[in-house]
């Protein structure tokens, strides 16, 4: 039936996805997301960017894809109602280009809390606090578990040493793993 069908399709579109054919496999994302209502795989697939390129025009190319599937979201108006059913980051390949993604990344959150509004849940307890005078630092929290000998860790360990100390506190949260950065 349709289900197994679906599944199928599903499956090719992650082994073609996998195997650095992103364009290839967002048709097949596409089509199981039309099928099954799924926003969420909808908006995984329009996030979708291969992770090696041809060269810079290959990438200028991908990255103006990416931008008209973001704008091509927000205008249809997605809703992702299970945030915990989503597979993946697909745009943390953006970081492999090497430009700055402030502003497409600030899209795709303000997409994000659009479309998924259970994950904009603040828990009533939350809702009066106010700091005490004495701190007025902003309180950053950064989890992660590559918080490690890793890429992640390595780009961006100047973010966390250039958060001014007067303005920031921060902690870094790293689970897994045992080594330092």
């Known amino acids: 039936g349709m289900t197994s069908w679906t599944h199928s399709y599903k499956n090719l579109a992650r082994l073609l996805e996998k195997n650095g054919r992103a364009k290839e496999a967002m048709p097949f994302l596409d089509v199981v997301a039309d099928r099954l209502g799924d926003d969420g795989l909808r908006f995984y697939s329009a996030l979708l960017l291969p992770y090696v390129y041809e060269d810079t025009a290959d990438i200028d ?16 108006g997605i809703s992702i109602t299970d945030p915990f059913r989503m597979e993946g980051v697909p745009q943390y390949y953006l970081s492999y280009h ?50 490690r000998e890793h890429s992640v860790s390595k780009m961006t360990l100047g973010l966390f040493k250039g958060l001014p100390k007067e303005k920031f506190h921060t902690v870094l949260y790293q689970f897994g793993f045992k080594d330092h950065i």
């Open 61 to 76: 190319g991908w990255r103006k894809s990416f931008k008209k599937n973001v704008r091509a979201l927000s205008k249809r």
């Open 98 to 147: 090497g430009r700055n993604d402030v502003k497409i990344n600030s899209e795709i959150a303000r997409l994000f809390r659009k479309s998924c509004s259970v994950a904009m849940f603040r828990a009533p307890h939350t809702l009066s606090y106010k700091p005490a005078e004495r701190d007025a630092k902003v309180r950053v929290g950064f989890i992660s578990y590559y918080f």
